[in-house]
């Protein structure tokens, strides 16, 4: 297991890349991130390797997408089979993937990453990111931690709505955490504080059953959890304005990741009237927002390209 992130050697890493102390910088916390992990992986090597990375991205980055714990898992993963830590095995004539145990460290790595760029993240990101395959959804105890994996759900597609609206993940959370401290026995005791763990319940619940119960009940449920997220201060006009689009189409969505700009999804339901999504994708790119208008739910998780 990888040591604990230690606040000493961040600071130092910063002070060499002459990088703030209180960054929020994605892009210049991801090289921090960088040079923790090949750090730790490559500590007790006599002559680490020289090395030049490139990386690359589909999907607008500090927007709410788990740019960051995809970019965590992808370097973790290249850094420790490049060590020997870890050990690909091929499954296809161009993919590699890893073992569980090796998916494990891979993971554990990937969160400190996380770490380097939010602060206190939650790890779901980066385990979803490390694991999750075209049939698994992943849902988080809000208050536990725990993570939990539900198999054999079905794809479930989606409109992706980039804001274009810039937002720190890492300020937000720490904005969220100093309120919630605050007010801790109010935010206890408030009803959308014990609401918002009943969200993922309900979906737990559904996924023992049909794809039918499925596909109807998860519009009402984000949104539920886009109110609520409003409600806890991390919403924006631009996200409330994408809702607003997407149920005068008879659509339904809410914000992704921290919130406060960035991103928001809208669900389109199996058999969804294909004029409604276009009318609904052209409105919204003539407000200025980006649309990616063919997506879905889930992924491979991490692989290797041969």
Request: charge should be negative; hydrophobic fraction near 45%.
């Amino acid at each position: 297991d990888p040591a604990p992130v230690s606040d000493d050697v961040i600071a130092a890493l910063k002070e060499l890349l002459q990088i703030e102390p209180e960054c929020t910088d994605t892009k210049q916390l991801a090289v921090v991130a960088f040079l923790y992990i090949y750090s730790i992986i490559f500590i007790n090597k006599s002559d680490p390797p020289s090395i030049a990375v490139e990386m690359k991205s589909d999907i607008p980055v500090g927007a709410g997408l788990g740019s960051s714990a995809a970019f965590s898992v992808a370097l973790s993963s290249a850094l420790l089979q490049l060590s020997g830590v870890v050990s690909s095995e091929k499954v296809s004539d161009n993919v590699a993937t890893w073992p569980s145990a090796d998916l494990d460290t891979i993971n554990k790595y990937a969160f400190l990453g996380e770490k380097m760029i939010h602060g206190q993240p939650s790890g779901i990101d980066n385990s979803i990111s490390t694991y999750v395959n075209h049939t698994a959804t992943m849902i988080l105890n809000w208050k536990t931690k725990e993570l939990l994996n539900f198999l054999s759900i079905p794809t479930l597609k989606m409109m992706l709505v980039n804001t274009k609206v810039p937002r720190s993940t890492k300020t937000l959370v720490s904005n969220f955490r100093q309120l919630y401290n605050t007010v801790s026995i109010t935010c206890e005791q408030n009803s959308v504080y014990i609401a918002i763990p009943s969200v993922g319940n309900v979906l737990a619940f559904l996924m023992g059953f049909h794809i039918q119960a499925l596909n109807l009940c998860p519009q009402e449920l984000m949104d539920m959890n886009h109110q609520f997220l409003n409600l806890m201060g991390v919403g924006h006009p631009s996200l409330d304005q994408v809702m607003a689009e997407a149920r005068k189409s008879g659509f339904h969505g809410k914000l992704t990741g921290a919130g406060g700009g960035g991103c928001a999804i809208i669900l389109l339901p199996p058999g969804a009237d294909l004029a409604a999504v276009t009318k609904l994708e052209e409105q919204l790119i003539t407000l200025g927002f980006q649309v990616f208008s063919n997506t879905s739910f889930g992924g491979r998780g991490v692989i290797q390209h041969l």
